[in-house]
């Protein structure tokens, strides 16, 4: 990658439930450059799928997308994010269950935690949902990608993006 397009990268994590869906849609959007599956907000290094599922490591699923933010900017991630899951249920997404399925922006600079703040309190003024937003947003931890058979998973079984 030449350095101009490498300064021009920025980095924005999202916990949104399972990852599969959640990746195959932000790997639509012009801009993103890449989408990984993973898991980041836990005490446990390198955790692998079956210990995150088991709730004991506190990691959530995550997607880590790269993206220009000449061609797209981190409020319209933010909405995405939003868009393809309910931000109002702890600790669940559809019949996912657990503290590693929980609605979480990681951030990584100030800006990007004012703007989930923002994009939060908008949400709760717009009358989309009836409950509160239950989203987290917290500062970045080290992020884990996972086993390459989670990446790319819609793609590889022939599912493609999958309809959040």
């Known amino acids: 990658m030449n350095d101009t397009i490498e300064l021009a990268t920025q980095v924005a994590t999202f916990?949104?439930?399972?990852?599969?869906?959640?990746?195959a849609r932000f790997r639509e959007v012009d801009g993103v450059l890449d989408a990984t599956s993973g898991y980041m907000g836990g005490?446990?290094?390198?955790?692998g799928y079956k210990a995150v599922c088991s709730g004991?490591?506190?990691?959530?699923?995550v997607v880590q997308v790269k993206y220009d933010p000449r061609r797209?900017?981190?409020e319209t991630l933010l909405g995405m994010f939003f868009a393809m899951h309910n931000p109002?249920?702890?600790?669940?997404?559809?019949?996912?269950?657990?503290?590693?399925?929980?609605?979480?922006?990681f951030f990584y600079t100030d800006k990007?935690?004012?703007?989930?703040?923002?994009?939060?309190?908008?949400?709760?003024?717009?009358?989309r949902w009836p409950n509160p937003v239950v989203t987290a947003v917290e500062p970045a931890q080290p992020f884990?990608?996972?086993?390459?058979?989670?990446?790319?998973?819609?793609?590889?079984h022939g599912l493609g993006s999958c309809s959040l």
């Open 72 to 74: 797209v900017t981190y």
């Open 15 to 23: 916990g949104a439930g399972c990852f599969w869906g959640v990746e």
């Open 88 to 105: 109002t249920t702890l600790n669940r997404q559809g019949p996912d269950i657990g503290n590693q399925y929980r609605s979480v922006v």
């Open 43 to 47: 005490e446990v290094d390198d955790p």
């Open 144 to 156: 884990w990608p996972a086993e390459e058979y989670h990446q790319r998973y819609l793609e590889k």
């Open 112 to 127: 990007q935690k004012d703007a989930a703040h923002r994009a939060i309190e908008e949400l709760e003024h717009s009358g």
């Open 56 to 61: 004991k490591t506190g990691h959530a699923e």
